[in-house]
């Protein structure tokens, strides 16, 4: 299994990114992908998730709204769409995924297979 995750960089608050997570080496459309984040001095959260199939899942309540994650099966690769972002959102951006674990509306579990992150700077 191999994830990287690239698209990261410097915006100003209110701005736009979108990452995107390159698949390999697994059934892409038979694996949720999770996207989670580790700021600077904190834990490592999850912020959203897509199912298998591509239809998203889990977003954390501090993105709702102004994130999306997403999917396209053919291209096996994975985004989050990130909108109206904050210095708040500044972190590392990590993707997962996992044979035996799936995200649902409500939670998202912590995926055993990680790439690389990407890091998110939002000035103020």
């Known amino acids: 299994v191999q994830l990287q995750a690239f698209g990261g960089g410097l915006v100003q608050a209110g701005g736009s990114l979108r990452l995107s997570c390159a698949a390999s080496g697994f059934t892409f459309g038979s694996q949720s992908i999770g996207w989670y984040r580790r700021a600077p001095g904190k834990e490592r959260e999850g912020v959203a998730c897509?199912?298998?199939?591509?239809?998203?899942?889990y977003h954390a309540e501090a993105v709702k709204g102004r994130f999306t994650a997403s999917k396209e099966i053919a291209k096996n690769t994975a985004y989050l769409q990130m909108d109206s972002l904050r210095p708040e959102d500044t972190a590392v951006y990590y993707c997962?995924?996992?044979?035996?674990?799936?995200?649902?509306?409500?939670?998202?579990?912590?995926?055993?297979?990680w790439g690389q992150g990407t890091e998110v700077t939002v000035s103020s």
């Open positions: 897509v199912s298998a199939t591509g239809s998203p899942m």
């Open positions: 997962a995924t996992d044979p035996v674990l799936w995200c649902g509306n409500t939670y998202m579990p912590k995926f055993g297979y």
